[in-house]
Nanobody, 115 residues
C-alpha cells in the first residue's frame, strides 16, 4: 500500500510562487512514474508535470518555464515549484505515483491565485 500526503497549497497573488510537496510512504520500491495533476473549477483533471523512470520530465504547455518538478529520493518526497503564478493556475493539485503499474493519488492541496 502507498500513502501520499500533499502540502504547500494556499492563496497567493498573481506573479507569486508556491512550492508543493508530496510525501510518500509505504511500498514505494518500484516506482514507474510520478506526477502532479490539477483540477480547475469546471474542468477535468489534467497533468501539470511528470517524471518517469530515468528522470525524464514533461510539462503541460501552460506551465512550461514557470513550474519545476523534482524529487528527493532520500525523503521520498515529490515537489512542484510554481513561479509566476497566474489566476488560471487556480485549482486543486494532486500528486500521483505509479507503482508496479498501479496508480495512487494524494488527497489534493488547493491553490488559489488572485488577480
Amino acid at each position: 500500500q502507498v500513502q501520499l500526503v500533499e502540502s504547500g497549497g494556499g492563496l497567493v497573488q498573481a506573479g507569486g510562487s508556491l512550492r508543493l510537496s508530496c510525501a510518500a510512504s509505504g511500498s514505494i520500491n518500484s516506482i514507474n512514474g510520478m506526477g502532479w495533476y490539477r483540477q480547475s473549477p469546471g474542468k477535468q483533471r489534467e497533468l501539470v508535470a511528470g517524471i518517469i523512470i530515468g528522470g525524464a520530465t514533461r510539462y503541460a504547455d501552460s506551465v512550461k518555464g514557470r513550474f519545476t518538478i523534482s524529487r528527493d529520493n532520500a525523503k521520498n518526497t515529490l515537489y512542484l515549484q510554481m513561479n509566476s503564478l497566474k489566476p488560471e493556475d487556480t485549482g486543486v493539485y494532486y500528486c500521483k505515483l505509479t507503482v508496479l503499474g498501479r496508480e495512487y493519488w494524494g488527497q489534493g492541496t488547493p491553490v488559489t491565485v488572485s488577480s
